[in-house]
């Protein structure tokens, strides 16, 4: 298998696999798993040693969205039983921060519905709790807020913010499958907006919506090229009442695969396994470093409940990994 070789030297000198090489890897049987995990276990801690990033969120603005994600329980064009209500204010937004900080999360995100902040009030609401967060909490502030504009985004550094998220989602050949609301270029020009900005940029997808290796490929060559510093990896949990609800669920081992592709084609970067771990991971979320990952998120999800952080945390005692703590 020349290719493990070739995966293993490229890991640890940091270039990665190209688009090409990410194929054959991922085209080996899922029985060649504990093969791939013996090389991504070595790039991983090669480059991130045992240390793990814990972010967590607050869905601060939650379903109403005008796009049609096919995904996604928020769309207003899906009938799914969520909880709906606009922007909360921001001394909620802070005390959830507050509670996050002491589960032992490094980073907290305000994460809103839709695309746009189309008010001028839920900006306000936006700036007056970062400010506010930098006094109360010592977590690195986060947000994912949509495609927002070049202004909108200095305020908000202006304020505070440190780190901004935008998934892609998918590769943007299969992104019509998923989206028709709209364009995947946007989606783009916000992330390179906000590393032109200076900030941190997450921006990754998730899995399981019926792409193919090559659109999980693509979408990976993509965030390379876009120099994003965190890959946040989420796998479908169908909900009811998305045209995904009957969505056939991925295998613990083809998750597993698709973490340690990402990082033997992006040994450097953060990889952070988000919404549907407990659920396509289940008892193989152990493994999900050994895989590559180098950090989760904790708490719940935007809609959907995480798991247990008692069982989170002695997780990462008893593989021996540690919680990384805030840099600045
Ligand atoms: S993923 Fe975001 S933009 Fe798409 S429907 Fe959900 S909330 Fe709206």
Redo the contacts with the bound molecule.
């Keep these: 298998m020349d290719i493990l070789k070739k995966a293993l030297q490229n890991g640890l000198n940091g270039q990665g696999l190209s688009g090409p090489d990410a194929m054959a890897l991922a085209a080996l049987p899922n029985d060649n798993i504990y093969e791939i995990l013996s090389v991504t276990d070595k790039v991983r801690r090669r480059h991130k040693g045992m240390e793990v990033n814990l972010c967590s969120i607050v869905n601060a603005k939650s379903g109403l ?1 005008k ?3 096919s995904f ?1 329980a ?2 207003i064009k899906y009938n799914t039983a969520i909880k709906e209500y606009p922007m909360v204010g921001a001394e909620a937004i802070v005390d959830a921060a507050v509670k996050a900080e002491s589960t032992g999360a490094r980073e907290f995100s305000i994460v809103t ?3 746009k902040i189309e008010k001028e009030k839920d900006v306000s609401i936006l700036i007056e709790t970062l400010k506010s967060m930098r006094e109360t909490v010592g977590m690195e502030r986060c947000a994912s807020l ?1 495609i927002l504009k070049r202004e909108v985004l200095e305020d908000l550094k202006e304020s505070g913010l440190e780190s901004y998220h935008h998934n892609l989602e998918t590769s943007a050949s299969f992104f019509p499958n998923i ?1 028709t609301t709209h364009r995947y270029e946007e989606d783009i020009e916000v992330i390179k907006t906000a590393k032109e900005l200076g900030f941190y940029v997450c921006s990754g997808g998730i899995f399981g919506l019926g792409e193919s290796w090559a659109d999980r490929i693509e979408l990976a060559e993509t965030l390379k090229k876009l120099e994003v510093d965190s890959i946040p990896v989420n796998f479908l949990n169908p909900r009811p009442g998305t045209p995904l609800e009957g969505a056939k669920n991925l295998t613990p081992i083809d998750c597993l695969k698709i973490i340690a592709v990402i990082r033997l084609m992006m040994p450097v970067k953060d990889i952070v396994i988000c919404g549907g771990r407990n659920v396509g991971l289940r008892d193989l979320q152990p493994l999900i470093f050994a895989a590559g990952a180098n950090g989760m998120m904790i708490g719940n999800y935007l809609t959907t409940p995480g798991r247990d952080i008692e069982a989170d945390t002695q997780m990462l005692k008893d593989l021996g990994l540690k919680p990384r703590g805030v840099d600045r």
Excluded: A, L, V
Aim: proline letters at 0%; aromatic letters at 0%.
């Design positions: 969205c796009e049609d994600c996604c928020q769309s519905s839709g695309t949509g989206c």
